[in-house]
């Protein structure tokens, strides 16, 4: 049973900074493919950003630039460091695995499992 626990959101001003955490049991976590997803009010829910298995990442446009997304193996965690945020980055904010064995360079197409969300906030 793969289980994925978020944290780290939170309110903040635009222009401010936060970094999410997600962490994962029960899958092998080394050989997965991470993501990052938002779902904003009335709106799809969005990929922020991916890595691969072997540290190979992928980035909306719209973050490029202020969000890196990290993955410590050891630790079975995945981060999203958020910089410069923005108003329009208001969003909960999801951690999800895709289970496919892609190899080390496969960032993701096919997250199924996800976390229960975590709320960001920027605003003044």
């Known amino acids: 049973q793969v289980q994925l626990v978020e944290s780290g959101g939170g309110l903040v001003q635009p222009g401010g900074s936060l970094r999410l955490s997600c962490a994962a049991s029960?899958?092998?976590?080394?050989?997965?493919?991470m993501g990052w997803y938002r779902q904003a009010p009335g709106k799809q829910r969005e990929l922020v950003a991916s890595?691969?298995?072997?540290?190979?990442?992928n980035y909306a446009n719209s973050v490029k630039g202020r969000f890196t997304i990290s993955r410590d193996n050891g630790k079975n965690t995945v981060s999203l460091q958020m910089n410069s945020l923005k108003p329009e980055d208001t969003a909960v904010y999801y951690c999800?695995?895709?289970?496919?064995?892609?190899?080390?360079?496969?960032?993701?197409?096919?997250?199924?499992?996800w976390g229960q969300g975590t709320q960001v906030t920027v605003s003044s």
């Open positions: 999800a695995l895709d289970p496919r064995s892609g190899g080390i360079y496969y960032t993701g197409s096919s997250f199924t499992y």
């Open positions: 029960g899958s092998i976590f080394s050989r997965n493919a």
């Open positions: 890595i691969s298995s072997g540290g190979i990442t």
